[in-house]
């Protein structure tokens, strides 16, 4: 069974930063792209980063370029996803997602 967990959402100001996490369960990691979608409310799933199963390459959303990077360490399972420079507008649950699989997401809040 596909098991995705996010953690390392929470409550920050403008301008700071947050690093999630992705641990990942019950498939081969390292054969599959991962990728961070958020939802703000009222709004729809919107794409937010990408990751090759290497970690050779990586895409992002227009909206968080140059603040948001994704890594990964197959060796952990784990997907990561850095956000800096966060906005307001940044304010979503944030899931990571494979294999037709979502995680329970975690809440990223940017408020002054």
């Known amino acids: 069974e596909v098991q995705l967990v996010e953690s390392g959402g929470g409550l920050v100001q403008p301008g700071e930063s947050l690093r999630l996490s992705c641990e990942a369960s019950?498939?081969?990691?390292?054969?599959?792209?991962m990728t961070w979608v958020r939802q703000a409310p009222g709004k729809e799933l919107e794409y937010v980063s990408s990751i090759s199963n290497d970690g050779s390459s990586a895409g992002y959303a227009d909206s968080v370029k140059g603040r948001f990077t994704i890594s990964r360490d197959n060796a952990k399972n784990t997907c990561y996803l850095q956000l800096n420079g966060l906005k307001s507008e940044d304010t979503a649950i944030y899931y990571c997602t494979t294999v037709g699989s979502r995680g329970q997401g975690t809440q990223v809040t940017v408020s002054s």
């Open positions: 019950g498939f081969t990691f390292s054969r599959y792209t």
